[in-house]
């Protein structure tokens, strides 16, 4: 009579620690990928900046040769 109850008891003590170290062990992989990803945005916010300053210094010299060849032909 006592293992109608004890049995199903201890099952359900198992069952919730089991339960609980997997909430846990996705909580923590959770965090890590959430900082992984925060890092990410930060570095891809910095090379934006970067590209958008190499773009300006790469393409002012062409854009003033360009306006002196149009200047020289008349085009403008």
Do not use: C, N, W
């Not at 909430?23 to 570095?43: A, C, M, W």
Request: aromatic share 2%; hydrophobic share 45%.
């Amino acid at each position: 009579m006592i293992e109608y109850v004890v049995g199903p008891a201890l099952a359900v003590l198992i069952s919730l620690k089991v339960g609980k170290f997997a909430v846990d062990k996705q909580t923590k992989r959770t965090d890590e990928l959430l900082v992984r990803i925060e890092r990410l945005e930060q570095s891809i916010e910095v090379r934006d900046k970067e590209i958008a300053k190499k773009m300006l210094i790469t393409l002012t010299p062409m854009a003033k040769a360009i306006k002196t060849v149009q200047e020289t032909l008349g085009i403008q």
